[in-house]
């Protein structure tokens, strides 16, 4: 279980993320929604600490996350897996060695930089690219991969460091529609047959509301929204979107239509 | 004017009027201070420039020095002696270039933002970096021939700390010039500044380090050449015996023979440019 208690994170004058509380249950797939500057990035790094709260608490069964140091918040980051909208690859090292990044946290100096892994990392390390379809691409180097290819390398190595969250800031928003499904579809598979907690940050309602079990909608660094995908009304969609909301939601339907038709027609590469 | 000929007057007198009315009239602070620079410019010149007639004097001198100076010492005894002078000039510059980058790498890590270790500290190394690199290498070969003695190992030292100044500056601003979003993911996996280093910076920081490494080295070797006028070993030191000692035939071939030294290790380095790139 996740507990944020009235986290606050400001820069100068502004509140990013402002007095946020949340029980996220582990094992649910959870959407945050909202426009571009709501918080939702700086949500998602203060979870992983990539920030430090100004003020309130992150928990994690039971273990202060806010409060940890040195090795322990090393392993903590560890098991708390993020994925980025630009992929974030080291483009001229090879997609494997880019999935055995993943276990650095659990290597010392040495070893880190002889980028010494034992036999089980790189067999790990191999199945996890094959759930996301990428064993073929092993050896090529990353920075020759499309966009969707190198998000999927990037779930692999988010699966090797055997993560109990999964935080995902806009996966898909620098996708084409096919590859946005894709995607998508890996993440909610992790969810389901891992059970591990998925948080992502979505643009566009449609997607969360196809996903995800649970719905965070954001504005203005504060939480407007917390609940199933079908109780979240229009008028409330009206209150997070601003003045145009109704419109974007439209908007963002057509979107999702279209990666609909895209899913139905790709041979879907199913992850197991 | 832009404006056409064809436009009637009125059109023309407005423009002008703004014209003028555009044209920058100076505070009267802003014309004190000019004026000031000004008289301070003309000043400086009339006290250290060469006037005209000094240099008129000066002609005839350079060529009845240049008279005595050729032909250049040929005398074996005399250049296998400055062959070796030579060597030990180059070892000067390579052994202190090789400290100098060695010493640079972990210094500009601790010193480049965002990638130093050190949260707070890293401008402490930056300070120490530009401290290196503003005293002149005449007057770091100085210090070091007062505190270690004369020869070689102040020229060394002597490059040792240009390098870092220079390298230290370089290496730090390629280090945080490197790609930033794996390195983003990298923190987020919780590895150490440390791995991030090795995995991502360095790598990706490599071509520009190995291109200001050589950089370094043909500075190295210009510097090692001169250090010698101040007692820091090298060729330099014969130099300067044989102006002192009025033997201008073995200035002149060891002028020459600097020149051609200088001249060959631009190559080489210009050839391990080109193999970086
Ligand atoms: N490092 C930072 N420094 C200053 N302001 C920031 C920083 N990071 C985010 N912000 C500001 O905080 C607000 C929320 O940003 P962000 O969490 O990225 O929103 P979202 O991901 O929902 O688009 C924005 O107004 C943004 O400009
Ligand atoms: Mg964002």
């Known amino acids: 279980m996740l507990q944020i208690s009235k986290i606050r994170k400001t820069f100068g004058e502004l509140h990013a993320v402002n007095n946020v509380t949340l029980n996220i249950p582990s094992g649910q797939m959870v959407g945050v929604i909202g426009r571009s500057g709501a918080g939702k990035s700086t949500l998602l790094r203060l979870i992983n600490r990539l920030a430090d709260p100004t003020s309130g608490t992150i928990s994690f069964d039971g273990t202060n996350v806010t409060e940890l140091k040195g090795r322990d918040l090393r392993l903590w980051r560890a098991s708390c897996a993020m994925i980025f909208q630009q992929f974030n690859l080291i483009e001229r090292m090879d997609v494997l060695s880019n999935v055995l990044v993943g276990r650095i946290a659990h290597h010392d100096f040495v070893s880190s930089m002889l980028r010494q892994y034992t036999d089980e990392e790189r067999a790990l390390a191999i199945r996890a690219l094959d759930r996301v379809g990428m064993v073929q691409q092993a050896l090529q180097r990353a920075g020759t991969l499309s966009g969707g290819q190198q998000q999927r390398v990037a779930i692999a190595k988010a699966l090797v460091q055997n993560p109990k969250i999964l935080l995902a800031d806009e996966p898909i928003a620098s996708l084409d529609p096919a590859n946005a499904t894709r995607v998508m579809d890996s993440l909610r598979t992790i969810n389901q047959n891992d059970g591990i907690t998925v948080l992502v940050n979505l643009h566009t309602l449609d997607t969360a509301r196809k996903y995800c079990d649970r719905i965070i909608a954001m504005r203005a660094g504060e939480v407007r929204f917390n609940g199933a995908a079908h109780e979240l009304s229009n008028d409330l969609v009206r209150d997070i979107y601003g003045e145009a909301g109704l419109e974007t939601g439209i908007d963002e339907s057509v979107t999702s239509t279209s990666i609909e038709e895209a899913s139905s027609s790709n041979d879907n590469q199913q992850i197991a | ?277």
Not at chain 2, 63 to 68: A, E, S, T
């Open chain 2, 1 to 277: 004017m832009s404006a056409p000929i064809a436009s009637s007057q009125k059109l023309q007198k407005a423009q002008k009027i703004e014209i003028y009315s555009r044209f920058p009239r100076i505070p009267a602070l802003h014309f004190a201070v000019y004026v000031g620079l000004g008289a301070l410019l003309i000043a400086s010149i009339g006290q250290v420039s060469p006037s005209p007639e000094r240099l008129w004097d000066g002609i005839p001198r350079i060529f009845n020095l240049m008279d005595r100076m050729l032909p250049p010492e040929t005398d074996p005894a005399f250049l296998v002696r400055m062959g070796w002078r030579l060597l030990e000039t180059l070892q000067i510059a390579i052994a202190g270039t090789v400290f100098g980058v060695i010493l640079s790498l972990p210094i500009a890590w601790l010193s480049a933002r965002r990638i130093s270790p050190l949260p707070f500290g890293s401008f402490l190394f930056k300070g120490l970096v530009s401290l290196f690199r503003t005293i002149p290498d005449l007057v770091w070969a100085l210090i070091f021939v007062v505190t270690v003695g004369l020869g070689a190992v102040a020229g060394t030292m002597t490059i040792v700390v240009d390098t870092i100044g220079f390298c230290g500056r370089f290496f730090a601003e390629a280090m945080e010039d490197s790609d930033q979003e794996p390195q983003v993911a990298l923190d987020a996996i919780g590895a150490s500044k440390f791995s991030i280093l090795m995995s991502v910076v360095l790598p990706d920081a490599m071509p520009s380090l190995i291109n200001t490494t050589l950089f370094a080295l043909e500075k190295a070797i210009r510097s090692s050449v001169v250090l010698g006028l101040v007692g820091a070993g090298g060729i330099g030191q014969e130099l300067k015996s044989a102006f002192d000692l009025f033997q201008y035939h073995k200035a002149s071939a060891i002028i020459l023979s600097i020149f051609v030294i200088v001249l060959i290790m631009e190559w080489i380095t210009d050839r391990l440019r080109e193999k970086v790139k």
